[in-house]
């Protein structure tokens, strides 16, 4: 063991760290000079010996997920775990367990919301403080995410489904336990997240049939080429459900999960792992220079773990292949074929603190260390202050991460402290992007600090959440009207029509509290055109009413839809009902106000969320004109 430690060290010390990456220089060495001279290195896409890479994904924080850790290392089989909030119990019961067995944990939002409902800022805030807290209240690296419900589309911003794709890389996610589609709807690039081919057992009642299939369907498509942005990557999923089928559903699931387990042309690994080697094989810079009649060298630029987020070797091949391949005078073994691993250093953090105004920015794991984050807006740059007491902190590099306030999202700086232990530095953030919808809400701004303590990789969250004046625009989310939630046996068309006279009082629908019209909830954390019903009563319908301005020429038709299209079941405009169809309904507007009040079924109790969208024939969002107070 002591010679295998003294022959690791040797070799990581042949190896030259540079913000985040990391130069390796080979030594090739070739009998005839011939082969030394058309030497030629390559990345792997897997192991040497592998066909294809499986893993898992499990959603929420379930206590559940200790019986799925289970069953998966019963079979061999590894999973990453994608959890929202966490407490000490869940950490020292559950998480323990799951890093025990090789499974890792990644992001699910803070909150677990609709996220097509929330603007910007608010999405962002669900990824990026995710990630930061898990990795916080766990020291462990979190670098994949899957959506809450799924990716969502919105009515009103095409973009929106690549600016969730933009927040999840400026936020440090590499990867994504989703299926194919999913890359091209938030346009991620497959050099920077990876995603995967979903197959799935059924969650609630587990059936070799399904898993067979769905992993067969897979096969097919790999086959195809159809899966080339993510490679041979297929993951079993989503939820650990298994005891809705019985007390016996994890064990069923086991024996699925044995249908197919130590298969020798399988990588069996977890998420996190997949896309670590994955970046490594896409993105590994290799050079080569001869040294010599039978030698040539190579000299290959990777990812460190600490910034891929997983400790996984880099496979490589050497063709032809060579008499041997050394670093630094230490052999690598290579199989015949010219393939062989390059070990990584784990640099991954032993500790993660996490640093915010409430904390004082100081952090129990960390003594007498103190990263102060602030940002001042009106000079548009971030102002950090560094203080260290005991030990210190050697080799610092921060990484800021920004909301789409900022159109540049990422900003690394390495930092060097004083004798004293002490800096602080400004960073200016750059150029703003001006929609308004990103001057909604609070801006959440992420200083990622690496450094090594005691020759120890360690990392420190220092994070400011600051707050943005409410922008006024006539929109739906501050002059729309509701009843809702409201029993269905106040629902009263005629009421209704004439409700929506834009000269008409809104009448009352019942006596009870809930039937009363209320504006609209009007916080800043909800999409301007997202409607938001609090009123905590279950069952019935969401009543909504909305005033938009036509103008003489652009009086004639407006397309209207929400989200929930199979829900909708009555809408009134201007004092008459209008035939209501699934995939979008025409409005026949007249010039100036026009009323419009829709009604909603089958509301779930607590908050009922529905986006409006009205839009004249060119496609532009007609103009929405509040209620007279
Ligand atoms: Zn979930």
């Known amino acids: 063991m002591k010679r295998i430690l003294s022959f690791l060290f040797a070799f990581f010390a042949a190896a030259m760290v540079c913000g985040g990456e990391k130069t390796t220089t080979l030594l090739v ?9 058309g030497a030629q290195m390559e990345t792997l896409e897997l192991p040497p010996g592998k066909t294809l890479a499986v893993a898992s994904r499990w959603d929420d924080t379930n206590g559940d997920h200790y019986f799925m850790t289970e069953a998966l290392a019963e079979n061999g089989w590894k999973g990453t775990f994608y959890l929202n909030r966490v407490d000490d119990h869940y950490r020292d019961k559950v998480v323990k367990f799951m890093v025990e067995n090789g499974c890792s944990v990644g992001s699910h939002t803070n909150n677990h919301p609709w996220l097509g409902s929330l603007v910007p800022n608010a999405v962002w805030q669900e990824i990026a403080e995710n990630r930061v807290s898990l990795e916080a209240a766990l020291d462990l690296p979190v670098s994949t995410f899957t959506f809450p419900f799924s990716l969502p589309g919105t009515l009103n911003d095409p973009d929106f489904e690549q600016k969730i794709g933009q927040m999840l890389v ?80 994890f064990q069923r699931l086991s024996k699925i999960l044995a249908t197919k387990a130590h298969d020798p042309a399988i990588w069996y690994c977890n998420v996190d792992e997949y896309c670590a080697w994955r970046h490594n094989f896409l993105n590994a810079q290799i050079s080569r220079k001869s040294t010599g009649k039978k030698t040539v060298e190579f000299t290959i630029k990777r990812a460190t773990p600490a910034s891929v987020g997983a400790c996984v070797p880099c496979g490589l091949k050497i063709t032809p292949a060579p008499k041997s391949v050394s670093v630094k005078g230490r052999p690598l073994d290579v199989n015949p074929d010219g393939s062989f691993l390059l070990p990584a250093k784990n640099d991954l953090p032993v500790k993660i603190g996490l640093m915010t105004a409430e904390n004082g920015f100081t952090s129990e794991k960390f003594p007498g260390l103190t990263i102060q984050t602030g940002v001042d807006l009106e000079k548009n740059v971030l102002h950090c202050e560094v203080s260290a007491e005991n030990g210190k902190p050697e080799n610092l590099v921060c990484t800021v991460r920004l909301p789409l306030r900022w159109k540049n999202g990422v900003q690394v700086k390495p930092v060097r402290l004083d004798a004293n232990g002490k800096t602080t530095f400004d960073l200016p953030l750059g150029e703003l992007d001006e929609d308004p919808v990103n ?191």
């Open 439 to 629: 001057a909604c809400d609070a801006l959440y701004v992420v200083n990622q600090c690496d450094f090594r303590l005691n020759g120890e990789p360690m990392r420190v969250y220092s994070t400011v959440t600051l707050d943005q004046p409410e922008i006024q625009q006539a929109v739906p989310r501050t002059t729309a009207m509701t009843v809702g939630v409201c029993n269905e046996k106040f629902f009263d068309a005629e009421k209704l029509a004439a409700s929506s006279r834009p000269s008409a009082e809104l009448q009352d629908l019942g006596d009870e509290e809930f039937t009363n019209w209320v504006p609209c909830d009007r916080s800043g954390k909800i999409l301007p055109y997202v409607m938001e019903c609090h009123i905590e009563w279950s069952g019935g319908m969401a009543v909504y009413a909305v005033q938009f301005e036509a103008d003489a020429q652009n009086a004639a038709d407006c397309m209207f839809k929400v989200t929930d299209p199979y829900n909708m079941k009555n809408v009134f405009l201007n004092g008459e009902p209008v035939e209501v169809h699934h995939h979008g309904i025409t409005l026949k507007a007249q010039p100036g106000v026009n009323r419009l009040i829709y009604v909603l079924k089958g509301a779930g109790y607590g908050i009922r969320k529905s986006e409006i969208s009205i839009k004249k024939e060119d496609g532009e969002m007609v103009k929405f004109v509040p209620f007279a107070e």
């Open 29 to 37: 060495e070739y009998a005839a000079a011939s082969d030394a001279q």
């Open 170 to 249: 400026r936020a440090g996610i590499n990867g994504l336990a989703e299926p194919p589609k999913v890359q091209e709807r938030a346009k991620l690039d497959p050099k920077e997240c990876v995603t995967c081919w979903l197959f799935r057992a059924d969650d609630a009642n587990p059936q070799l049939e399904v898993f067979n299939r769905t992993f067969d369907q897979g096969v097919q498509e790999l086959e195809a080429g159809n899966l080339g942005a993510m490679g041979p990557f297929f993951v079993l999923g989503v939820h650990s459900w298994q005891k809705k089928s019985g007390p016996d559903g």
